[in-house]
């Protein structure tokens, strides 16, 4: 049975408690002004559960971690040390996305010698791209989720290991049918090992605590720099120029550096290392090396469009069907 009580405990109640009828407009703005700046509160390194803390070196600016997906959501659109590697990658495939409908719908119509292996062999490369830049936004938007789905998001690295890997392959396809019958080195082979070499260690636990994050970075640079194999061998057999004019090696090389020095300033945490505390929210080196995943993928198209082009109006022949 419940326990009834006497009209002055009733009234105690109504006097501590009142009814939301009884609250002032003002009273309920305050108390929503309240909970959205609580929502936007950031935390700083010490406020971190251990399984949050990555670089020692950003001391502010943490969103807050709350298990809710529209609280991830929201995040989106308050300012913290994430903010620049989510949307600079956001918006890196909504671009790789708008420029696969446009290639597809307003250049290919205008070129009737480009081929389905012409547009397979761009649409390798964009789709690659823009999954792999949609798999990276999406892993930094859910980090202020919960610990469970964090360590989750290892499928998420997984399909950006094989994501990168599908932006290398366009040129060494090219490449391929470029070459004289019987030259034909396993590159693409070399390629996928170093691939698979990026799957595991972004799968085993082991590999993706900080203390190997130097060797992921190697291997996530290993794998963009395998694109070098091939260029070695193409010297060898048409030399510097020729091979320029059937891959555009000049651009591959820019790409391969600009992932490379990204990578090399996300390993050595620089410019926060210096100057800790004074890139928390702009300007840290994870951010950098974001910027430089996107002007190495545009100078990647850039080249790939050269050499498409070279292929069809100076060797007249499709780039895959020779």
């Known amino acids: 049975m419940g ?31 309240i909970e959205n700046k609580a929502e936007k509160a950031l935390l700083l390194w010490d406020d971190l559960p251990a399984w949050r803390r990555d670089n020692a070196f950003i001391h502010s600016g943490y969103c807050r971690i709350r298990p809710s997906y529209l609280h991830s959501l929201r995040s989106l659109f308050n300012l913290h040390n994430e903010s620049v590697n989510i949307w600079s990658h956001l918006l890196g495939a909504i671009v790789a996305v708008a420029c696969s409908l446009y290639l597809y719908y307003v250049i290919r119509p205008h070129h009737d010698f480009a081929t389905l292996s012409d547009v397979l062999v761009f649409a390798c490369f964009i789709g690659g791209a823009g999954l792999c830049l949609g798999m990276s936004a999406t892993f930094h938007a859910v980090l202020n989720h919960s610990q469970k789905l964090c360590a989750g998001t290892v499928l998420w690295l997984l399909l950006h ?20 019958n019987g030259e034909r080195p396993l590159t693409k082979t070399q390629i996928c090992l170093l691939g698979t070499g990026c799957a595991i260690i972004s799968w085993v636990e082991q590999f993706r605590t900080p203390r190997w994050r130097p060797y992921r970075a190697m291997m996530f640079a290993g794998l963009g720099l395998s694109g070098f194999i091939p260029i070695i061998h193409g010297v060898a057999i048409y030399g510097y120029k020729g091979l320029d004019d059937r891959i555009s090696v000049t651009w591959i090389i820019i790409h391969g550096a600009m992932y490379l020095f990204g990578a ?17 929210i702009w300007g840290s080196s994870h951010q950098i090396f974001h910027m430089f995943v996107l002007l190495a993928a545009a100078t990647h198209f850039y080249g790939m469009v050269r050499a498409f082009d070279y292929h069809h109006t100076v060797l007249g022949s499709q780039c895959l069907t020779e």
Do not use: M
Not at 15 to 25: I, K, N, V
Not at 161 to 180: D, N, Q, T
């Open 264 to 280: 090399v300033l996300y390993v050595a945490r620089w410019p926060e290392r210096s100057f800790p505390g004074a890139f928390d």
């Open 161 to 180: 290991a094989y994501a990168a890997h599908g932006v290398l392959v366009p040129s060494e396809l090219c490449f391929e049918r470029a070459r004289p």
């Open 3 to 33: 326990t009834s009580r006497s009209a002055p405990q009733e009234v105690a109640l109504r006097q501590r408690y009142p009814s939301g009828a009884g609250l002032s407009t003002e009273s309920i703005n305050t108390g929503k002004v």
